[in-house]
């Protein structure tokens, strides 16, 4: 099925650890985006690309950093994990002015 | 600076007591609002967009409507599968794209 799909779905990380997660979509949308999602908080932009080869900060975009070498696919990296950094990340995608499709999103717990 | 108010935080209903819930915003210029439902564990899916004051979507039994400082989603009659997170967010003149959501409402609806 076309859609968003994001991995790993789970990730224990110690503080000071680093790790990738990777958001892949297969509908040829220009627009990606990385967001945090917190209870209370609603989802916070990290960052996104605007297309190929770009990318953008969002609201949250401290100790984070991403990076989209190709138009399927938008990285998201954790160069030193912080406990702070435990969250719900979701990527999406989006053509133009449409709405986004989420992927499912990656629990993420830094102890 | 843009903000979105989502009102209440939680919903508790009885299957068939229709209700509504609010979506304020403050924004520069708004170029469309969004409503989406989110399932515990999953990413948000999205629901309708509305563009201009006066415009109404319906899908089953949700309706949402937009004036020039709030949106409404209505729901008629709800059914325990309605239960989810239902979430706002908008995109505005200069954001490139970008969603600002609220913080959600959590609607639980018991038989």
């Known amino acids: 099925n076309a859609g968003v799909t994001q991995t790993p779905k789970f990730r224990v990380l110690k503080t000071g650890q680093s790790m990738t997660l990777l958001c892949a979509q297969d509908?040829?949308?220009?627009?990606m985006y990385w967001y945090r999602q917190d209870p209370g908080m609603g989802l916070r932009l990290i960052h996104y690309?605007?297309?190929?080869?770009?990318?953008a900060k969002g609201e949250v975009p401290d100790g984070y950093n991403v990076s989209r070498l190709k138009k399927q696919n938008f990285l998201l990296g954790l160069e030193s994990a912080a406990p702070s950094q435990t969250s719900v990340y979701f990527c999406?995608?989006?053509?133009?002015?449409?709405?986004?499709?989420f992927g499912s999103g990656t629990r993420l717990t830094v102890v | 600076e843009d903000q979105v108010t989502q009102s209440p935080e939680a919903l508790r209903l009885q299957e068939g007591e229709s209700s509504s819930l609010n979506c304020s915003y403050t924004v520069s210029g708004l170029r469309g609002l969004f409503w989406y439902r989110q399932d515990p564990g999953k990413g948000p899916e999205f629901l309708f967009t509305?563009?201009?004051a006066g415009e109404e979507k319906e899908k089953e039994r949700l309706k949402a409507t937009l004036t020039k400082k709030e949106s409404f989603l209505h729901i008629t009659a709800p059914k325990p599968e309605d239960s989810a997170t239902y979430l706002c967010a908008v995109r505005t003149t200069d954001s490139w794209g970008k969603l600002q959501f609220g913080a959600g409402t959590q609607v639980v609806v018991t038989p």
């Open positions: 509305l563009y201009s």
């Open positions: 999406a995608s989006s053509y133009s002015t449409k709405g986004y499709t």
């Open positions: 690309s605007v297309g190929e080869g770009t990318t």
């Open positions: 509908m040829n949308h220009e627009y």
